[in-house]
């Protein structure tokens, strides 16, 4: 099959060698993408290095596009570490498989997200507790998978 007209949901079997191929492919390119962004950015804007401007719109608009800059950074950067940890399970032969549950995560969802390491049930679990924690369950989880 080529890897162009190959479609992973038409797949019957589950993480066949061709579907693992695919993934592996999509999630290289993103992380390539990812790290082309990073180029143009090669460290966060700090709001403390800019020099104090006299009138208070400029100094909040510097903070404002500070603190976006920042966010997106930190986005990007936890993307590419959740790329290269799906990266590893995927040389590990688990990719595919929730790492809560041991369940498929689905064709569906690893399309969406192929990077995800969780089946849908554990990510809602998962976002239920986050609601109560004061931090972030992928910490938890890269802490304990990486």
């Known amino acids: 099959m080529s890897q162009k007209k190959y479609n992973p949901l038409n797949d019957p079997v589950y993480m066949s060698p061709q579907m693992k191929q695919f993934f592996k492919k999509k999630l290289q390119e993103e992380l390539e993408r990812l790290n082309t962004i990073d180029s143009f950015y090669p460290f966060p804007i700090d709001f403390e290095e800019h020099q104090p401007q006299a009138d208070p719109i400029d100094q909040s608009t510097i903070e404002n596009l500070c603190q976006?800059?920042?966010?997106?950074?930190?986005?990007?950067?936890l993307l590419c570490r959740q790329i290269e940890l799906a990266l590893r399970r995927l040389a590990s032969g688990n990719y595919g498989y929730c790492v809560v549950t041991g369940e498929p995560i689905g064709v569906q969802r690893l399309m969406a997200a192929p990077y995800t390491p969780y089946c849908l049930d554990a990510q809602e679990n998962q976002e239920k507790l986050k609601r109560f924690s004061p931090l972030p369950s992928i910490i938890t989880y890269q802490q304990q998978y990486a």
């Open 68 to 77: 976006t800059h920042r966010a997106f950074y930190e986005h990007e950067k």
